[in-house]
């Protein structure tokens, strides 16, 4: 089969290697579309080389169920499947709290074993989950990102529909979270993003109100400090500036989530007097787990099967798999190229 293996630092070959061959209890899945994301574009463009086993990464998957070693795990062969990426044992302390993204003995597709960028992979049958007929499979490889967007909202100490929010960043993850804001059944939502182009995909996957905001803008000149009772902050990266920005924003009593990741050296940097002062509530926001009882990874599958038309408008390049260090490259020019999501997509 082929695969976009990283061979060395900032190098990703389009390559041969054998077929992965399945476990007990495990399907392998024809890959037929695989989302790039951020975390895999550290690594993309890392100067030195990652430390994963295969080097193959891409855990955004969904596909078609190819093979399976076990007729109890109620899919069968040619079902149409998005796959949860996070591996947990379901017995260690997190785990059995429901935060299976901590599990002591977990792991992850495409980062701790094979991932998605890659025309098959093998993956446990306990991380599919079905499809609509209807649902395009680059819509359904949202399934994750949309999955962390729901943790977002899950994060708060309450769902109180009143709350004014604001999300910082019109990433993937930003927009995600402008959707599920409504989908929850907020009325209020305000997007700060620096992309113009992504206005009318913010308005119709349910924001209010989308404000340009570039890097020097002192959004204290502009009324909005103070303003909002639920502030999400999706940019992380190598700056400060949406992190100050986050709590001005915060309203007294306010709730803020960090979603974006911040290299480790990025160490706090906002006015620690607001936090005092405004009793804010200020929180991060890791991945995804179980909540009330259900995973918030079915919650997203649920809404993508219910309005995967909304969503395709997320997904705003396709490429071959062949064609990954284009794909890379229109990433690292997101801005100048319009970028909101790339999928890839294996090759028949
Ligand atoms: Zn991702
Ligand atoms: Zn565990």
Known sequence: MYTAQITGPR??????????????GEALIRVKAAGL???????????????MPTNIYGHEISGVVEEISTSLSGFELGDRVVVKPILHCDSCEPCE??????????GSIGKTVQGGFADYVAVPTSNLYRLNPDVPFDVASLADPLAVAVHNFNKLREIDTDD?????????????????????GYSDITVFGKHKSNLAIAKELGADTFYLASGDVDISQHDFSNS???VIESVGGEQSQSMKMAVDLAARQGEVVFAGVFPPQY???YAMRDQGWKELSITGSNSFQMHKGKDE??????????????LEQIVSHKFPLSQITQAVDSMNNKGEKGVVKIVLEPSE
């Open 297 to 310: 990874f079915e919650t997203a599958v649920e809404m993508i099967n219910r309005d995967s038309q909304t």
């Open 11 to 24: 190098t990703i070959e389009y390559k041969e290697v054998p077929m992965p061959e399945i476990k007990e």
């Open 97 to 106: 709290e429901g935060a299976y993204q901590f599990c002591e003995d977990g």
């Open 164 to 184: 004014s929010v604001a999300i910082i960043g019109d990433g993937a993850i930003g927009l995600l979270s402008a959707y599920v804001a409504k989908q929850f």
């Open 267 to 269: 160490v706090v940097n």
């Open 228 to 230: 909002k009772k639920i």
């Open 37 to 51: 994301c951020g975390s895999d574009m550290h690594k993309f463009n890392s100067h030195s080389m990652p430390n």
